[in-house]
Protein backbone atom coordinates (compact mmCIF):
# COMPACT_ATOMS: atom_id res chain seq x y z
CA UNK A 1 0.00 0.00 0.00
CA UNK A 2 2.84 2.24 0.47
CA UNK A 3 3.54 1.87 -3.15
CA UNK A 4 0.16 3.40 -3.44
CA UNK A 5 0.71 6.14 -1.99
CA UNK A 6 4.38 6.85 -3.11
CA UNK A 7 2.89 6.86 -6.88
CA UNK A 8 0.12 8.67 -5.88
CA UNK A 9 2.90 11.45 -4.35
CA UNK A 10 4.80 10.87 -7.31
CA UNK A 11 2.11 12.16 -9.57
CA UNK A 12 1.34 15.65 -7.74
CA UNK A 13 4.86 16.05 -7.48
CA UNK A 14 5.26 15.37 -11.47
CA UNK A 15 1.52 17.69 -12.11
CA UNK A 16 3.14 20.61 -10.20
CA UNK A 17 6.29 20.57 -11.91
CA UNK A 18 4.27 20.56 -15.18
CA UNK A 19 2.04 23.30 -13.55
CA UNK A 20 5.50 25.32 -12.69
CA UNK A 21 6.45 25.00 -16.98
CA UNK A 22 3.07 26.05 -17.86
CA UNK A 23 3.49 28.98 -15.86
CA UNK A 24 6.85 30.19 -16.99
CA UNK A 25 5.84 29.57 -20.62
CA UNK A 26 2.99 31.75 -20.01
CA UNK A 27 5.45 34.43 -18.43
CA UNK A 28 7.24 34.32 -21.50
CA UNK A 29 4.95 35.10 -23.70
CA UNK A 30 3.27 38.09 -21.70
CA UNK A 31 6.95 39.71 -21.91
CA UNK A 32 6.43 39.06 -25.46
CA UNK A 33 2.57 39.50 -26.29
CA UNK A 34 1.20 41.14 -23.02
CA UNK A 35 1.80 45.19 -23.66
CA UNK A 36 -1.57 46.96 -24.99
CA UNK A 37 0.37 49.37 -26.61
CA UNK A 38 2.26 48.69 -29.53
CA UNK A 39 5.71 48.65 -29.02
CA UNK A 40 7.80 51.59 -29.80
CA UNK A 41 10.09 49.24 -32.40
CA UNK A 42 6.77 48.71 -34.62
CA UNK A 43 7.04 52.06 -36.01
CA UNK A 44 10.14 51.60 -37.74
CA UNK A 45 10.69 49.59 -41.13
CA UNK A 46 13.18 47.23 -39.82
CA UNK A 47 10.76 45.20 -37.50
CA UNK A 48 7.80 43.57 -37.74
CA UNK A 49 5.07 42.19 -35.67
CA UNK A 50 6.21 38.73 -36.92
CA UNK A 51 9.78 39.20 -35.56
CA UNK A 52 7.76 38.92 -32.21
CA UNK A 53 6.46 35.73 -32.40
CA UNK A 54 10.00 34.57 -34.02
CA UNK A 55 11.95 35.61 -31.22
CA UNK A 56 9.09 34.11 -28.64
CA UNK A 57 9.35 30.51 -30.64
CA UNK A 58 13.44 30.50 -30.28
CA UNK A 59 13.17 32.04 -26.87
CA UNK A 60 11.30 28.60 -26.14
CA UNK A 61 12.95 26.76 -28.25
CA UNK A 62 16.39 27.98 -26.32
CA UNK A 63 15.30 27.60 -22.80
CA UNK A 64 13.79 24.01 -23.94
CA UNK A 65 10.05 25.09 -22.20
CA UNK A 66 8.13 23.40 -24.72
CA UNK A 67 9.84 19.86 -24.58
CA UNK A 68 9.78 20.08 -21.09
CA UNK A 69 6.22 20.40 -20.67
CA UNK A 70 5.28 17.21 -23.62
CA UNK A 71 7.73 15.19 -21.17
CA UNK A 72 6.44 16.23 -17.74
CA UNK A 73 2.84 15.46 -19.71
CA UNK A 74 3.82 12.38 -20.39
CA UNK A 75 5.26 11.65 -16.88
CA UNK A 76 1.99 12.61 -15.19
CA UNK A 77 -0.28 10.75 -17.77
CA UNK A 78 2.08 7.60 -16.99
CA UNK A 79 1.56 8.00 -13.41
CA UNK A 80 -2.29 8.74 -13.85
CA UNK A 81 -2.59 5.09 -15.98
CA UNK A 82 -0.33 2.95 -13.39
CA UNK A 83 -2.04 4.52 -10.40
CA UNK A 84 -5.63 4.15 -11.91
CA UNK A 85 -4.36 0.00 -12.19
CA UNK A 86 -3.83 -0.03 -8.43
CA UNK A 87 -7.32 1.44 -7.98
CA UNK A 88 -9.01 -1.22 -10.08
CA UNK A 89 -6.56 -3.65 -7.77
CA UNK A 90 -7.74 -2.80 -4.76
CA UNK A 91 -11.35 -2.18 -6.01
CA UNK A 92 -11.58 -6.00 -6.84
CA UNK A 93 -10.02 -7.14 -3.18
CA UNK A 94 -12.73 -8.91 -1.22
CA UNK A 95 -13.66 -10.66 1.88
CA UNK A 96 -10.38 -11.47 4.31
CA UNK A 97 -8.25 -9.50 1.82
CA UNK A 98 -10.46 -6.17 1.83
CA UNK A 99 -11.24 -6.34 5.19
CA UNK A 100 -7.48 -6.71 6.28
CA UNK A 101 -6.91 -3.29 3.60
CA UNK A 102 -9.20 -1.60 5.36
CA UNK A 103 -8.04 -1.89 8.99
CA UNK A 104 -4.49 -1.46 7.60
CA UNK A 105 -4.91 1.54 5.48
CA UNK A 106 -8.35 3.19 5.20
CA UNK A 107 -8.78 3.97 8.85
CA UNK A 108 -8.48 6.77 11.07
CA UNK A 109 -5.48 4.68 12.37
CA UNK A 110 -2.92 2.25 11.20
CA UNK A 111 -3.47 -1.08 12.86
CA UNK A 112 -0.49 -3.46 13.60
CA UNK A 113 -0.67 -6.96 11.74
CA UNK A 114 -1.06 -8.17 15.55
CA UNK A 115 -4.02 -6.14 16.04
CA UNK A 116 -5.31 -6.99 12.65
CA UNK A 117 -5.16 -10.58 13.60
CA UNK A 118 -7.04 -10.41 16.70
CA UNK A 119 -9.94 -8.33 15.44
CA UNK A 120 -10.13 -10.24 12.21
CA UNK A 121 -9.82 -13.51 13.99
CA UNK A 122 -7.38 -14.94 12.37
CA UNK A 123 -3.50 -16.06 13.29
CA UNK A 124 -0.79 -13.52 12.35
CA UNK A 125 0.87 -15.86 10.01
CA UNK A 126 -2.48 -15.91 8.08
CA UNK A 127 -2.40 -12.11 7.92
CA UNK A 128 1.38 -11.62 7.22
CA UNK A 129 0.57 -13.78 4.07
CA UNK A 130 -2.23 -11.43 3.34
CA UNK A 131 -0.57 -8.48 4.03
CA UNK A 132 1.83 -9.81 1.17
CA UNK A 133 -0.39 -10.68 -1.04
CA UNK A 134 -1.67 -7.12 -1.01
CA UNK A 135 1.61 -5.41 -1.19
CA UNK A 136 2.29 -7.68 -4.45
CA UNK A 137 -0.59 -6.89 -6.17
CA UNK A 138 -0.15 -3.29 -5.83
CA UNK A 139 3.66 -3.42 -6.35
CA UNK A 140 3.21 -4.83 -9.47
CA UNK A 141 1.82 -1.10 -10.45
CA UNK A 142 4.25 0.91 -9.38
CA UNK A 143 6.91 2.36 -10.95
CA UNK A 144 8.87 5.34 -9.66
CA UNK A 145 9.88 8.35 -11.19
CA UNK A 146 13.57 7.82 -12.64
CA UNK A 147 15.84 11.42 -12.53
CA UNK A 148 17.07 12.13 -15.68
CA UNK A 149 19.72 12.71 -17.45
CA UNK A 150 20.75 16.08 -18.21
Known amino acids: ME?????????EIARERL???????????????GAKELDSNFTTNNYHPQDKVTDYLIELEERGIDKEIEDLRNEVNVKKYYLKKMETVLEDLKG?????????????RKYTLEEISIKLNYSIDRIKQISSKVEQSIKRYYTPITPKRW
Open 96 to 108: LEYEFLKLRYFEK
Open 19 to 33: NSKLEEKEMVYLRFF
Open 3 to 11: NYYKQKAEM
